[in-house]
């Protein structure tokens, strides 16, 4: 199962025996003040910063996110994706819950692009699942639908493969889903890892698709974050998860390492490379 995306000149494939895709997550606005001042203004420079930052760091794609309060995402979104393309070569995550301002973003796009996201609920269904195959994107799939995010594993496969039967009605492909099993606060609840690790595993031995995480979601309210974020990341990709969405600078270290233990690095070459480059740094 490959799961292509591209921009003008890259194409990225994600999937089999492949080392893990990164996505970069740093172009949203949640939690990031200073980001979100200058969206609400139409201030894009910070957003090109963060896109150079983040390849440089070894992003294979970004996500692009305008979602701050009082931005008029239908205008901003594409015009955000337009400055990134103009300054980095990876293709793009397109990112809101809102289907007009999806669609005002892919008409600009170059490319084949990964939409952030679908949900299991029929509003998001029937406002996202057209775009995708009008505009032969790919797709992540959230699995959660109008109660929530269940707290129960087999819930979650069962709207993954909701998610996977309504889009393969529509013609989609199976390789053009991406599903997100959703990381949960530990903080709040011990067994939360548990319950996205095996709802991982199911999701992959069932339905055969790609996955991704936000894996950051699973160390809030903890102290220390990274070392758990990187702790959690390792046995995610080992259960499944081959496109984590990530801060990237941060983690990727510990993404290298983790293809070289599971054999997706032959001689080590990329693992020693990046140990190299920082070493320079």
Known sequence: METRVSSVTKEV?????RPAVLIGERINPTGKKKLAAALQVGDLELVRKEALAQV???ADILDVNVGAAGVDEVALLPQAVQAVMEVVDVPLCIDSSSPKALEAALKVYQGKP????VTGEERSLEGVLPLVEEYGAAVIGLTMDGE??????????DIARKIVERAEALC??????VIDCLALMVGTDSKAGLVTLEAIRKVKAELGVNLTLGASNISFGLPDRDLFNCAFLAIAIAAGVNCPIVDVAKVRPTVLATDLVLGRDQYAMRYIKAYRQRQER
Do not use: H, K, M, W
Not at 148 to 157: E, H, L, N, S, Y
Not at 172 to 177: D, K, S
């Open 148 to 157: 929530g995010i269940p707290q129960d594993p087999d819930r979650r496969v």
């Open 13 to 17: 494939i994600i999937g089999g025996e």
């Open 172 to 177: 989609i492909p199976r390789e053009n889903l």
């Open 56 to 58: 440089q760091a070894g």
């Open 114 to 117: 990964l939409i952030n996201s």
